[in-house]
């Protein structure tokens, strides 16, 4: 679960984490990057789709800046795998409204 968030900040048991990460149940994998930035790729999301959640939940930043083509969008549909995706704040609350087996991808900024 997460405990808070912020701009550039977020708290996950007790430790605070400031650069991207990727929310595992077990596990939060830190500085997460992404090939292009601000654009999420097939390919910045391997790691999670070898983990085969039903759920991930992208949070496109404290403003929304993180953009989600449609090629991305329509491969985890045809892989079966739920992706919602939403300012990170509102990502964060509904992250933690999820019982399904999930992952958390976090931008934190922008």
């Known amino acids: 679960m997460i405990e ?4 550039g900040k977020m708290k996950i048991a007790g430790k605070v984490y ?4 990727i929310v ?13 930035g601000h ?9 999670i789709v070898d983990f085969k959640p039903e759920v991930i939940v992208v949070g496109t930043g404290y403003y929304g800046k993180m953009d989600i083509p449609e ?3 329509k491969f985890f549909e045809k892989i079966g795998i739920k992706l919602i995706y939403a300012p990170t704040k509102d990502a964060v609350r509904i ?3 999820i019982s ?7 931008h934190l900024t922008c």
């Open 18 to 21: 400031t650069a991207d990460l």
């Open 39 to 47: 654009k999420l790729n097939i390919e910045d999301l391997r790691e």
């Open 100 to 106: 399904n087996k999930k992952v958390g991808a976090f």
């Open 71 to 73: 090629e991305t969008k």
């Open 24 to 36: 595992f149940p077990e596990r939060v994998k830190t500085n997460w990057w992404r090939r292009e």
């Open 4 to 7: 808070s968030y912020e701009f």
């Open 95 to 97: 992250f933690n409204e």
